[in-house]
Structure formats: structure tokens, C-alpha cells
Nanobody
């Protein structure tokens, strides 16, 4: 029922910018926090950023000052603005929705992943 659709991944030069988007649907009455993770070949999937429904945010140390997470007014779309991109930012980026407050529904306390979008930063 829950679907996450990502977009915005591309190939860019070092120092460039990209904005990733993730649209969430099928969540009914649930509230959710949204996370961005990334994974490079041969490495573990790592946390990038999180935004909660109250607007609170946090970032991995490696992206602080360069990335910014936000959502639209309806809070069904989350963005990750990525500036001053570095080759080490190259990875598949995934969004994850953490559901809560579902009024007893089956989605309570569930996590849902997007399909991932490729970001490639060349030197």
C-alpha cells in the first residue's frame, strides 16, 4: 500500500548541486518521519539525513553544511538539496518513511524504502 517514488538523481561535476525528491503515498491516516540513506558499492548503507513531522532535522557529519532536507506543505514529498557535491557523495540514495500514529492500522511502526536513485559525482 505504501509507495515511495524517488527522482532527481543524475551525474554531475564536483562542486555541482542536485535536488532529490521522494513522494510518499498510500499511508492513510499515518504520520511519518522521513530519512535519506545512501549506499556505495562495497559499503554499508549509511544514514544521511532525517526530518520529523515537527520539522526537526539532523544530518550525518559528512554532509553537514552541504545538504539540506525539507518537505512540502502537504508533507507527502521530501527533498534533499545537495550542494558542493564531492566524488565521495557518489552512491545510490534511498528514502525511508517511518510510520506511526496509524489509529491501529497495519502500518503502525512500519518502515518503507524507496527504490533508490543514482547520484554520480565526477572529479
Amino acid at each position: 500500500q505504501v509507495h515511495l517514488v524517488e527522482s532527481g538523481g543524475d551525474s554531475v561535476q564536483a562542486g555541482g548541486s542536485l535536488r532529490l525528491s521522494c513522494v510518499v503515498s498510500g499511508y492513510g491516516y499515518c504520520s511519518y518521519d522521513m530519512n535519506w540513506y545512501r549506499q556505495s558499492p562495497g559499503k554499508e548503507r549509511e544514514f544521511v539525513s532525517k526530518i520529523e513531522t515537527d520539522g526537526s532535522t539532523r544530518y550525518a557529519n559528512s554532509v553537514k553544511g552541504r545538504f539540506a532536507i525539507s518537505h512540502d506543505g502537504a508533507k507527502n514529498t521530501v527533498f534533499l538539496q545537495m550542494n558542493s557535491l564531492k566524488p565521495e557523495d557518489t552512491a545510490v540514495y534511498y528514502c525511508r518513511a517511518d510510520m506511526y500514529g496509524c489509529y491501529g492500522g497495519s502500518l503502525e511502526n512500519t518502515q518503507h524504502w524507496g527504490q533508490g536513485t543514482q547520484v554520480t559525482v565526477s572529479s
